[in-house]
């Protein structure tokens, strides 16, 4: 009996850790791997990256050619979770903008047994609204299909799975060539996850805004809102040292974080990211991320 109960209990308290985060989502709470985002915090009013599709798929539209990313990290530090994330895109022909496709999926493994997987592919497009010499306006939605599965009992019975459909939308703007604005909104649609007892999955309302005084220094602000809990407050600044250096810190709130990180770019087209993301009480989180534009 006590064989059982010790991954019964540690499941649980990676269940009330991640439902504390308040971060974007698998179909629970989960932070995804991608370490620039990560250490700026505010996301959504950047542009220009595959794991956009996350955070606001609008700013896929500023995608000049086909781009792979790919991260992973261990939340918390802990060995017995991971989480992956892969995304793609790609410019359409004509007027049809940027599309896209990501994967993220995590699990929970505990003396060999899979306890807990989950798993959320989504498809993306942005479109080029308006655009001049100073101004622009994109929108992109992202249709998700999102799965968990709970593994098998210590009888060997499967404890089974479900599946949920959810869309997320937003829109981005860039305003005097300097200024960037963004909103995004997760799960649009409210969808439910279970059979037997249906779980809401969260939506998340993010608004931010995103400021280049000068080439290759960004600040952003974000507020963010899962419907249900507390505000988040993000902001970060990004600033390149050298056309192949990128250095990141940013700061959350509820509960109070700090990220370092930095990125190598430019490299056989190649982009290297890596972030540190502290944490009040649990050990801090290491992000590793890998690029590649064709």
């Not at 505000?231 to 250096?245: C, N, R, S, W």
Request: glycine letters at 10%.
């Amino acid at each position: 009996m006590s064989n059982m109960r010790n991954p019964i209990i540690l499941f649980c308290m990676v269940c009330a850790i991640f439902a504390s985060s308040s971060f974007a989502q698998v179909t629970t709470d989960i932070e995804p791997p991608y370490p620039r985002f990560a250490a700026i915090g505010s996301s959504v009013a950047l542009t220009g990256d595959p794991g956009m599709i996350l955070f606001n798929p609008a700013g896929l539209a500023t995608i000049k050619q086909p781009s792979l990313d790919f991260a992973f990290t261990k939340p918390f530090d802990q060995n017995f979770m991971t989480v992956y994330g892969a995304s793609a895109a790609m410019p359409l022909p004509g007027n049809w903008g940027v599309a896209g496709i990501s994967i993220l999926n995590s699990g929970v493994n505990y003396g060999g047994s899979s306890l807990d997987n989950e798993t959320a592919v989504a498809l993306a497009q942005s479109i080029m609204l308006q655009q001049d010499i100073n101004t622009d306006l994109c929108f992109g939605y992202a249709v998700k299909v999102m799965s968990q599965s709970f593994g098998t009992s210590i009888a060997g019975e499967a404890l089974g799975s479900t599946t949920a459909f959810g869309l997320d939308a937003g829109v981005h703007a860039t305003l005097w060539q300097r200024t960037q604005i963004g909103m995004h909104v997760t799960n649009l649609n409210r969808p439910t996850i279970g059979t037997i007892e249906p779980h809401d999955l969260p939506a998340v309302v993010n608004i931010g805004i995103a400021y280049e005084p000068y080439r290759g220094i960004i600040s952003s602000l974000e507020l963010e809102r899962t419907l249900g809990f507390e505000q988040m407050v993000k902001g970060g600044i990004e600033a390149e040292l050298d056309p192949h250096f990128d250095v990141r810190l940013g700061i959350r709130s509820n509960p109070n974080r700090i990220a370092l990180g930095f990125g190598l770019k430019h490299i056989m087209n190649m982009r290297v990211d890596y972030t540190y993301l502290s944490h009040p009480s649990l050990p801090a989180t290491h992000f590793i991320g890998l690029g590649y534009d064709f």
